[in-house]
């Protein structure tokens, strides 16, 4: 792993992360309104005799608690950008909490999103037969905008590495 020295230049260290649904308070604070009403409308039906209800609410809230710790585990996931004349590397946590990264030479990185754009339109970086997906998470809107940032990041450091002569 070839650490990037604080001598080069940084022309884009961008830190991307999921948007959080919910925050902790409030998943609490929710969780609790809906057990507070589930149980409430479960004892209703058990006044009317309908028993076998009350077990239903109480999926009903584990089925949901579920929901969102998936979430929230989904959400833990980051990845960081980083250009500077020499590299275009990628740092990346997964919801399992490992971590990988790639270094790609910033004088040979592609930047690739599939036009039109689509929910579906990756924001691909390759280099000779290697292609990453980034940024899976971001919505349309800020794929293009990542885009364009390493784009003029990459083509700052190709100015820096390779003057035009006057």
Request: charged content about 20%.
């Amino acid at each position: 792993m070839s650490d990037l020295s604080s001598a080069d230049p940084v022309y884009l260290d961008a830190v991307l992360q999921p948007n959080r649904s919910l925050s902790q308070p409030g998943f609490t604070i929710f969780m609790s309104v809906l057990a507070i009403l589930s149980f409430f409308s479960g004892m209703a039906f058990l006044s009317l005799g309908a028993f076998p209800i009350i077990g239903f609410f109480g999926l009903d809230v584990l089925a949901v608690w579920i929901a969102f710790r998936v979430c929230f585990r989904y959400q833990r996931q980051w990845t960081r950008v980083r250009v500077t004349a020499r590299h275009l590397r990628v740092d990346h946590r997964n919801p399992a909490g490992r971590k990988s990264f790639v270094e790609l030479p910033a004088a040979f990185a592609r930047i690739e999103l599939e036009e039109p754009l689509t929910p579906h339109s990756w924001l691909t970086l390759s280099h000779r037969r290697e292609a990453y997906v980034i940024g899976r998470f971001l919505t349309v809107e800020e794929r293009k905008s990542l885009a364009d940032a390493i784009r003029a990041a990459l083509q700052q450091a190709r100015a820096e590495r390779h003057p035009q002569p006057v």
